[in-house]
């Protein structure tokens, strides 16, 4: 897979090193599950902190949306 480079927003999420999407997508997911971000009544849904925000543009995405979102910040 093809090393990407993550945006500003994203970047202070997974890290600003180039890494493939399958890896971003990875580590995004270690970062909701260590912060505690998925919903607990919908445990399809991501509640978005500070971070998450700037990279989702929103307060809540579902996690179909994930991939979709993140793909606008790599590069």
């Known amino acids: 897979m093809q090393a ?3 945006s500003a927003a994203l970047a202070a999420v997974i890290g600003d090193k180039p890494v493939p999407r399958t890896e971003v997508v990875s580590k995004l ?3 909701i599950k260590k912060s505690g971000l998925q919903d607990k009544v919908n445990r399809r849904m991501i509640n978005a ?13 579902s996690m ?3 991939a979709k979102l993140i793909g606008k ?3």
């Open 29 to 31: 997911w270690a970062y």
């Open 64 to 66: 179909f949306e994930l």
């Open 73 to 75: 910040h790599l590069s």
């Open 49 to 61: 902190d500070d971070k998450l925000k700037a990279v989702f543009g929103k307060a809540q995405v």
């Open 4 to 6: 990407l480079k993550p």
